[in-house]
């Protein structure tokens, strides 16, 4: 599948460096289908960087994965990160977004309620009343802490 997708830019990454740069060495000669949801995060994320973009949308990377995958996949955002690319991010895991992201946006509704650097927005919106602040601890308290009817 790598290859395959390798073949529609000019200038894409070595598939070797993709494979290893997402884990999957011990998987490349599978069929696609015969993977696990992990594998297949990687995998997905592997096709997204085969032509080393400057910018990348990442949709809930590591949603219903395992602690191990979704460890895997927080390292190769950070090395993403490191590399001076920018990711856009979407996730409901807060503690994802406090530990990849350099600004958060917090929306309700179809709209943008808070916005800033994970420490402002815990900073700006949790007091010692509250106990240790954290970016779940900010999204319950601008959104409120039960579910919508």
């Known amino acids: 599948t790598l290859k395959t ?4 830019y000019h200038k894409p990454l070595p598939v070797s460096e993709i494979l290893s740069l997402c884990s999957l060495e011990n998987i490349r000669k599978n069929m696609n289908n015969k993977i696990s949801g992990g594998q297949r995060q990687r995998l997905l994320l592997g096709l997204a960087l085969l032509n080393d973009p400057e910018l990348l949308f990442l949709d809930e990377p590591s949603t219903g994965l395992d602690p191990q995958a ?3 996949i927080w390292e190769i955002i950070q090395g993403m990160k490191e590399k001076g690319k920018t990711i856009v991010l979407t996730t409901h895991y807060m503690e994802e977004a406090e530990s990849l992201c350099n600004n958060i946006v917090i929306m309700d509704n179809g709209r943008i309620i808070a916005e800033g650097a994970p420490q402002a927005l815990i900073q700006a919106h949790c007091n010692d009343e509250d ?3 954290n970016l779940e601890s900010v999204f319950l308290k601008l959104t409120g802490r039960y579910l919508r009817k």
């Open 5 to 8: 997708f390798a073949a529609f």
């Open 70 to 72: 979704r460890k895997n």
């Open 131 to 133: 106990g240790p602040g």
